[in-house]
Nanobody, 120 residues
Framework: QFQLVESGGGLVQPGESLTLSCAAS????????IGWFRQAPGKGREGISC????????HHADSMKGRFTISRDTAKNTVYLHMNSLKPEDTAVYSC?????????????WGQGTRVTVSS
């Protein structure tokens, strides 16, 4: 069974850092582009970062550059989203997804999401 499981969310204060994990089971993450997305309350889904399957190149939304980075641990079959200098507007449910390309409009597998709340 193909499955993605996110973890690492929680409540943090503004300015703090958090790392989210996206662990795969039933398939190898290296063969897929892995994207991180988020959905804030009352808003649509937003793409954050993506790591390509072939060359491991990373891509980030302009608004996230410098604060968010994506990385992959092949041995653990896990992709991470490292978030720094968190702001209250980063509060959202964060999800990872596996697809054929970082530019795909449709991703094949989605995790259930992990909630991040940034508040003092």
């Amino acid at each position: 069974q193909f499955q993605l499981v996110e973890s690492g969310g929680g409540l943090v204060q503004p300015g703090e850092s958090l790392t989210l994990s996206c662990a795969a089971s039933g398939f190898t993450l290296d063969y897929y582009a892995i994207g991180w997305f988020r959905q804030a309350p009352g808003k649509g889904r937003e793409g954050i970062s993506c790591i390509s399957s072939d060359d491991g190149r990373t891509h980030h939304a302009d608004s996230m550059k410098g604060r968010f980075t994506i990385s992959r641990d092949t041995a653990k079959n896990t992709v991470y989203l490292h978030m720094n200098s968190l702001k209250p507007e980063d509060t959202a449910v964060y999800s990872c997804a596996a697809g054929p390309s970082c530019w795909s409009s449709v991703y094949d597998y989605w995790g259930q999401g992990t909630r991040v709340t940034v508040s003092s």
